[in-house]
C-alpha cells in the first residue's frame, strides 16, 4: 500500500487490505485447529478429545495413525518367552509358549509360575482353583514348558495325565486348541486309545507306551485303564491271553506258560508307569483318589516320581479324609499318616474349633494354591443359583407313603441310599416307577450312571473273577427278563399304577411340569438349557415329554396300564434313546452308554447355534465332569445328589471362562421330602469346605441329622391350583414360568441370600 492510498492519518499506517484480512483469519482459524488438537478438553480431559461432535477436526489429518506395532519379545530356540506375573515382571528360567503368553489370564500367569517352581524343586502341588477359572490351560502351559525345557537338557521328557475316561477326547483337544502346531512337535499328545479293537489288547498297549516313552510327549489316560494295566489279576477282556484253566477247589489255575506272558507284561507295565514310569504326573479331576484304601490309591502310591500336579475345583467333597489322600499322593507324609490327620485336625475340625481349620490351611499354603468364586464372577458375567422347591402331585404323595409303609409294615432296617434311589424315582415322575416295574429292573439297574463304560474300559469290582476270557469289548447291562421277586418288591405300587394309571401326564409331578415350563420360557428367550438328572431313567421320561412338546412321537396308546401275565414282560416305555432317530427332535442325551468321541459331538452340535438343538439332557455322573457347555446358560438340576461335588461340578459346566451370557441355575428339590433332607445337608458339607479349602468364615458343619429323620413323611400337598403371587425374581424366565405354574411352586430363593441368613435351618 502506497501513502497516497493511506486513509488513516497514523505513521506508520495502520491500514490494511481485503488480501490482509482473509490471510488474518486463515491464521486465526489454523491457531484454534492447533488448540483444539493439542490440547486437553475441559470436559473429558484427554488429549485428543472423547467428546462426540465437540472437536474441530481439520479436513485432512494433520499427523496419519500407524497401526499398533507389537512389541517385540526375546524367544528361546523352542519359541516360548519369559513367563511374566501378575504384577507384570518376568519370572526368571520360567517360559511358556508364546501363543499361551498371549491368552494367559493374571491369575493364570500366577498358577503356571505356581505349578512350574514345585516341579522345578522336584516337588508335588494342588491346583484347586474354583471350576471355570481355567485349570487345563495352566497346566497345559507348565507340561508344554516342562518337555522343553527336558529338550534342552538333551532329554525326552514325558508327562502323565491320568482323567476320567469322558474327559480323554477333551484333554486331546484342549492341547491342539492353545498350542500351535510349532509348538507341538516339542510337545507331541497320545491316548491310550481304547475305542479300536486292534489296539484293546495289551500287548498293543504296551508298544503305544513304549512309542511315548522313546519320543517323549504327553499321555493322556483314563483311571481305570491306569487302574487295569497295573492289575492284571483284574484285567478283563483280553483276547490275546488264551487262558486255559480250569476250577479246582474254588481256585483259579492258569498254565505256566501264560503265566510267564502275565508277570512279563506287567514287568514292562510297571517300568513304563510307575518305576521309574513318567517323568510328570497329573491328576485330573483329582478328588477322585478319596479313599486310602482303593484299588486306584494303592495304584498310584507306586508311582516314582514326586514331580506330581493334582488338578481339582472341588478338593473337599464329603470329608477332609478326601483332601488328606490328594495331599497325601502329591506331597506323600506331609499331613502324616491318616491315623494322626485325623487325630490332630479331623476330629476337631468336624467338632467346630475353628482354630484347627486356620492352621490347617496355613499348613498347606505352600501346597495348595487355591483362587475362589470371586475371582471367576471378576471375568465372567453374572451367575444366579436359585433353589426352587416343587410341590408333590396327590399321587406322588401316595406313592411316597406307600413306598415308607412298605418297610414299616415288613419291619425292614431303613437303608438310606437304597431308599433315597426309590424315592428319587417317586418325586421325579411316577413314569419312572411305572417303566421300571413294567420292565422288573431293580432300582440300580440304570439310574446309578457311572459316567464311563462305553470306551472298552470296564468297570471292575474287587469281587469279579481274576481273569476273563470273554470278547466283548464293553460291558454289557444286565438282560432284563421277568423277576418273581423284583416284580413282588414292586407290590407297593400297584395300587397307584396298575388301576387306570395314564402315563405320559406331566401333571402327574409337580418338577416335571415346572421343567417344561421353564424350557418352553427359555426357548422363547433364545436361551439353550441342560438339564441334569443323576437318574438316567430320569432323563428318558424328560426326554418323552419333550417329544411329546415337538410332535415327533403319539402319545401313548392306552391310557390304562394293563398288568402284565405271569412269566411275560412288558415292552419297552417311549425311551430317550428310541426317539434318537426322530429327525425334528431338539434336544440331544448324555448319559455313560455313549463313547467319548460321541459325547464330543453331542456337545459340538449342541454349541452350533445352527444346528436348531437348545435343550442337553445329561447325566450328572457322565457329563458333570470335563466338559465345556459355553452354548448354555440356563442349567436345570432336576434332582439333588448325595455328593455336593457332583450337583456343583454341573453347575460349573456353563460358568466358565469363555461364556459371555448371565448364567442362571436352577435347583430343584421336591418339598417336604428326603430330597430336601439331602439338599441341607449338602450345604453343611459346603460350608466344610469353605473353612478348610476357601479359609471362609462360615458356620462350622452341624452333627449329621439322625437317620430316622431322612424317612419322615412330607406333609399333604393342597388341592389349590390357583397360582399364588411370588415376588419378582428379577429373573424374566423364572418369572414368566412361576406366573403359569407358580402354584407348582410353594417357595424359591436365591442360594446365595439363603448362604447368608442361613435359610435353610430356619425355615
Aim: aromatic share 6%; with cysteine; charged share 25%.
Amino acid at each position: 500500500m502506497t501513502d497516497d492510498d493511506c486513509c488513516c492519518g497514523v505513521i506508520p499506517c495502520l491500514c490494511v487490505t481485503e488480501a490482509q484480512v482473509q490471510q488474518a483469519k486463515k491464521l486465526d482459524d489454523l491457531r484454534m485447529m492447533l488448540r483444539t488438537t493439542t490440547a486437553a478438553c475441559d470436559f473429558c480431559l484427554m488429549l485428543p478429545c472423547l467428546c462426540e461432535g465437540d472437536t474441530l477436526e481439520a479436513e485432512e489429518p494433520l499427523v496419519v495413525p500407524s497401526k499398533p506395532v507389537k512389541k517385540v519379545v526375546p524367544t528361546d530356540a523352542y519359541g516360548r518367552v519369559e513367563l511374566t506375573g501378575s504384577d507384570g515382571d518376568t519370572v526368571k528360567d520360567l517360559w511358556v509358549a508364546s501363543e499361551l503368553d498371549d491368552v494367559l489370564k493374571p491369575h493364570q500367569r500366577d498358577g503356571v509360575k505356581f505349578l512350574l517352581q514345585h516341579v522345578s524343586m522336584d516337588q508335588g502341588c494342588i491346583l484347586a482353583d474354583y471350576m471355570g477359572l481355567g485349570k487345563t490351560i495352566q497346566l497345559i502351559s507348565s507340561i508344554h514348558s516342562f518337555l522343553i525345557d527336558g529338550l534342552s537338557r538333551g532329554s525326552r521328557s514325558t508327562a502323565l495325565v491320568l482323567c476320567p475316561t469322558v474327559c480323554i477326547l477333551n484333554w486331546v483337544q484342549e492341547f491342539q486348541k492353545w498350542l500351535e502346531p510349532s509348538s507341538l512337535q516339542w510337545c507331541p499328545i497320545y491316548q491310550m486309545d481304547t475305542t479300536n479293537s486292534y489296539k484293546s489288547n495289551t500287548s498293543s498297549r504296551i508298544e503305544a507306551l513304549e512309542e511315548w516313552k522313546s519320543k517323549g510327549g504327553v499321555m493322556i489316560m483314563g483311571y481305570e485303564m491306569f487302574r487295569l494295566l497295573l492289575n492284571p489279576s483284574r484285567v478283563v477282556n483280553e483276547p490275546v491271553i488264551d487262558v486255559v484253566s480250569h476250577v479246582s477247589m474254588g481256585v483259579l489255575e492258569v498254565t505256566e506258560k501264560k503265566q510267564r506272558v502275565i508277570d512279563r507284561q506287567l514287568r514292562q507295565l510297571s517300568s513304563l508307569l510307575c518305576s521309574p514310569g513318567p517323568d510328570l504326573v497329573a491328576l485330573d479331576e483329582g478328588h477322585r483318589i478319596k479313599d486310602p484304601s482303593s484299588i486306584l490309591c494303592a495304584t498310584l502310591e507306586k508311582v516314582t516320581t514326586h514331580k506330581r500336579i493334582v488338578l481339582t475345583g472341588y478338593p473337599l467333597q464329603n470329608s477332609l479324609a478326601e483332601y488328606w489322600c490328594m495331599v497325601n499322593f502329591c506331597r506323600p507324609d506331609f499331613l502324616g499318616s491318616y491315623d494322626e490327620f485325623r487325630q490332630t485336625y479331623e476330629r476337631p475340625i468336624v467338632e467346630g474349633n475353628v482354630e484347627k481349620s486356620s492352621q490347617l490351611t496355613t499348613l498347606l499354603a505352600p501346597v495348595v494354591l487355591r483362587r475362589g468364586r470371586d475371582l471367576l464372577n471378576a471375568h465372567l458375567p453374572t451367575k444366579k443359583e436359585w433353589i426352587v422347591h416343587c410341590q408333590l402331585s396327590p399321587l406322588q404323595h401316595t406313592m411316597y407313603l406307600d413306598f415308607l409303609d412298605r418297610d414299616r409294615l415288613e419291619k425292614k432296617q431303613w437303608d438310606l441310599f437304597t431308599t433315597y434311589a426309590t424315592l428319587l424315582q417317586i418325586v421325579n415322575h411316577p413314569d419312572v416307577v411305572h417303566r421300571r416295574m413294567m420292565l422288573c429292573e431293580g432300582p440300580d439297574d440304570q439310574d446309578n450312571d457311572d459316567g464311563g463304560g462305553a470306551d472298552g474300559v470296564p468297570v471292575v469290582d474287587d469281587w469279579q473273577p481274576v481273569l476273563s476270557t470273554t470278547k466283548q469289548t464293553r460291558p454289557k447291562k444286565r438282560k432284563r427278563t421277568a423277576d418273581p421277586d423284583a416284580r413282588a418288591a414292586m407290590a407297593w405300587a400297584e395300587p397307584s399304577l396298575l388301576t387306570d394309571y395314564v402315563t405320559g401326564e406331566a401333571g402327574h409331578s409337580g418338577k416335571m411340569v415346572v421343567l417344561l415350563q421353564l424350557i418352553r420360557e427359555s426357548q422363547t428367550a433364545g436361551d439353550k438349557v441342560v438339564v441334569f438328572s443323576q437318574s438316567v431313567s430320569t432323563l428318558e421320561c424328560v426326554g418323552m415329554f419333550l417329544d411329546l412338546e415337538e410332535g415327533t412321537t403319539s402319545p401313548p396308546a392306552s391310557t390304562k396300564s394293563a398288568k402284565p401275565q405271569r412269566g411275560q414282560t412288558a415292552k419297552k416305555v417311549s425311551s430317550a434313546k428310541n426317539h434318537a432317530a426322530k429327525k425334528s427332535r431338539k434336544y440331544l442325551v448324555i448319559d455313560g452308554s455313549l463313547s467319548s468321541s460321541k459325547r464330543m459331538e453331542h456337545i459340538n452340535t449342541f454349541s452350533d447355534h445352527k444346528s436348531g438343538v437348545d435343550v442337553l439332557l445329561v447325566s450328572t455322573r457322565a457329563g458333570a465332569e470335563g466338559i465345556n457347555l459355553h452354548a448354555a446358560n440356563r442349567l436345570v438340576l432336576f434332582d439333588v445328589s448325595w455328593n455336593p461335588s457332583h450337583d456343583h461340578q454341573s453347575m460349573c459346566r456353563s460358568h466358565r471362562i469363555g461364556q459371555v451370557k448371565d448364567v442362571h441355575v436352577y435347583r430343584f428339590v421336591s418339598h417336604d421330602t428326603m430330597e430336601e433332607k439331602i439338599y441341607r445337608q449338602q450345604v453343611k458339607k459346603v460350608g466344610l469346605s469353605a473353612n478348610v479349602v476357601d479359609a471362609t468364615a462360615m458356620n462350622m458343619v452341624d452333627p449329621m441329622m439322625a437317620a430316622t429323620s431322612f424317612f419322615a413323611p412330607p406333609v399333604r400337598p393342597t388341592a389349590d391350583r390357583v397360582a399364588r403371587p411370588h415376588e419378582p425374581s428379577g429373573d424374566v424366565v423364572l418369572d414368566r414360568c412361576l406366573e403359569q405354574v407358580g402354584h407348582w411352586v410353594p417357595k424359591y430363593f436365591e442360594a446365595a441370600a439363603a448362604a447368608t441368613t442361613s435359610a435353610e435351618d430356619n425355615e
